[in-house]
């Protein structure tokens, strides 16, 4: 059974950072890629930012610059760094592994909230 747990989330200032974890249960190998992806209130889940099992990155246009996806493949685990961070970074930031013919895992997320 594939888990994927989230943490890192928590209350930030804004201009602040955090770093979100995402550990996996078993190699992340075994993915075709992981992801980041979140959800505000009241708004659809979107895409933050993959890393390929090559290690190619991908970023949402408007996060480019201040958001960083990285892995540490001994450890089963992928990283989001988050700087700058404003109040419309709150949401529930999902981690997500895919494999081949559209097979998605998702973590239960962590939220994080950032003041004004």
């Known amino acids: 059974q594939v888990q994927l747990v989230e943490s890192g989330g928590g209350l930030v200032q804004a201009g602040g950072s955090l770093r979100l974890s995402c550990a996996a249960s078993?190699?992340?190998?075994?993915?075709?890629?992981m992801g980041w992806y979140r959800q505000a209130p009241g708004k659809q889940r979107e895409l933050v930012a993959t890393i390929s099992s090559g290690g190619s990155t991908n970023y949402a246009d408007s996060l480019k610059g201040r958001f960083t996806i990285s892995r540490d493949v001994a450890n089963n685990t992928v990283y989001l760094q988050m700087n700058s961070l404003k109040p419309e970074d709150t949401a529930v930031y999902y981690c997500?592994?895919?494999?081949?013919?559209?097979?998605?895992?998702w973590g239960k997320g962590t939220l994080v909230t950032v003041s004004s």
């Open positions: 997500r592994g895919s494999r081949a013919f559209g097979v998605n895992y």
């Open positions: 078993g190699s992340i190998y075994s993915f075709n890629a």
